[in-house]
């Protein structure tokens, strides 16, 4: 079993969506918890950064999560064709990232 | 632009062989980590250094080795290359030694094809 869960997709939706990407984890050591962005051919950007549990909020963007039950979330609001992209959760507690696998977004005008 | 540059962006070579792929971490930053991104393994974590020495080390086959020179320049070595080596390769940098609060920039890397 992997230590970090992503369904890989693909999910597609309408522009204007709101979107939902979860990982779960099974270390209860990780405390700090990733959301990267990668587009096709490039290499992932930080997009989101949350200390333990809690909800953080940018833009359209809002990371969760739920150390209890090993869940974090991201969440999209008004999506974008721009948004279409692969979303790599990724977690530590050491420094070392731990990636789930990707799931891949298409936001269709 | 992450700021983090490697070289080259693509590189086909023969089972067996060796290469080398290069990377310069953004400017002030300490720490290189290398990672490898396949279809089937996602993208897992090599290997790190800090400040030319290594640091911290996760699933790197014994083929593989890595170094950083004293400009912070980092070199990724595979050799006896199969066809399962293919994949893209990242490299990416941060500030210190790797406190989980650091922020790790990724460059554009590497895809490697293994015919």
């Known amino acids: 079993q992997k230590e970090v869960e992503q369904d890989p997709g693909p999910l597609s939706v309408p522009e204007g969506a709101i979107v939902s990407l979860n990982c779960t984890y099974s270390n209860s050591a990780f405390q700090y918890f990733m959301w990267y962005r990668q587009y096709s051919r490039k290499g992932p950007e930080l997009l989101m950064y949350t200390y333990s549990s809690g909800n953080k909020e940018d833009g359209r963007f809002t990371a969760q999560v739920d150390k209890s039950s090993k869940y974090i979330s991201l969440f999209i609001r008004d999506s974008q064709p721009s948004d279409s992209a692969t979303y790599l959760c990724a977690m530590s507690n050491t420094g070392k990232l731990i990636f789930g696998q990707g799931t891949t977004l298409q936001v269709k005008p | 632009d992450s700021g983090v540059t490697q070289t080259p962006k693509h590189l086909i070579t023969a089972t067996g062989q060796r290469v080398t792929l290069r990377c310069s971490p953004r400017s002030g930053d300490l720490s290189v980590y290398w990672y490898q991104q396949s279809l089937d393994q996602g993208l897992q974590f090599l290997i790190q250094?800090?400040?030319?020495?290594?640091?911290a080390k996760g699933n790197i086959l014994e083929r593989f080795s890595a170094q950083q020179f004293p400009d912070l320049h980092s070199e990724l070595n595979l050799s006896s290359l199969e066809l399962g080596d293919s994949a893209l390769y990242f490299c990416?940098?941060?500030?210190?030694?790797?406190?989980?609060?650091?922020?790790?920039?990724f460059g554009p890397g590497t895809r490697l094809t293994v015919l």
């Open positions: 990416a940098s941060s500030v210190s030694a790797g406190a989980s609060t650091d922020t790790q920039y």
């Open positions: 250094y800090y400040n030319g020495e290594e640091r």
